[in-house]
């Protein structure tokens, strides 16, 4: 079982939708998390850090529940730019340490 | 801009060769990550290093890759002899180890053992 868990999808929504992405984790121990954005045959760029309390950055909100494990990702009104793939990171601790990726999740936003 | 540079962008190369990777990471960045990508795997974390000395090579097959940092100024990834499997995406990222900073990919080398 790997230690970071996305249903790989693809997720395929109309452009206006709101789509929501999970991930879970194993370890417990784990104290930062992130969502990096993949485009087609580009290098992974971070999207926001996710925090205790979730935080919000335009469309996208993230959210964490420690006592379940598991992040999530809400995109709303999304857009044909939208599409990409979405990689739920965790790490080990609270400053740049050991990023572990989990599979991603595939979107498209379809006209 | 400050970026990851990663040479060569692309190799191909014939099964039992020796292929080099190198990373430059972002001037002051002290973490270095090298991850592989493929469809089937995803990313996977393959060495870290935190002030050029290696903290964690447990995702590495020991036996034909290894990792260095040289001086701050490179990384560099080896895999001698290289295999059909080896075949994948590979990026370095580097980071700050300092509150929740990110890590910065670079454009990844596209491998292709033959």
């Known amino acids: 079982r790997k230690e970071v868990e996305q249903d790989p999808g693809p997720f395929n929504v109309p452009e206006g939708a709101t789509v929501a992405f999970n991930c879970t984790y194993s370890?417990?121990?784990?104290?930062?998390f992130f969502w990096y954005r993949q485009d087609c045959r580009k290098e992974p760029k971070l999207l926001m850090s996710?925090?205790?309390s979730g935080n919000e950055d335009g469309r996208f909100t993230a959210q964490l529940n420690r006592a379940s494990q598991y992040i999530s990702l809400l995109i709303r009104d999304s857009k044909l730019s939208d599409s990409a793939t979405y990689l739920c990171?965790?790490?080990?601790?609270?400053?740049?340490?050991?990023?572990?990726f989990g599979q991603g999740t595939t979107l498209q936003v379809k006209p | 801009d400050a970026r990851v540079t990663q040479t060569p962008r692309h190799k191909v190369t014939e099964m039992g060769q020796e292929v080099t990777m190198r990373c430059q990471p972002i001037?002051?960045?002290?973490?270095v990550f090298w991850y592989r990508q493929t469809m089937m795997q995803g990313l996977e974390l393959l060495a870290y290093?935190?002030?050029?000395?290696?903290?964690?090579d447990s995702g590495m097959p020991k036996d034909r890759f290894s990792a260095e940092m040289p001086d701050a100024t490179l990384a560099t990834l080896k895999i001698q002899p290289s295999e059909p499997r080896d075949s994948a995406v590979y990026f370095c990222?580097?980071?700050?180890?300092?509150?929740?900073?990110?890590?910065?990919f670079g454009q990844g080398t596209r491998l292709t053992v033959v």
């Open positions: 990222a580097s980071g700050l180890e300092r509150g929740n900073t990110e890590a910065f």
């Open positions: 370890n417990s121990a784990s104290q930062s």
């Open positions: 996710v925090y205790s």
């Open positions: 990171v965790v790490s080990h601790r609270s400053n740049t340490g050991k990023l572990i």
């Open positions: 001037l002051g960045h002290n973490t």
């Open positions: 290093f935190r002030n050029r000395a290696p903290l964690d």
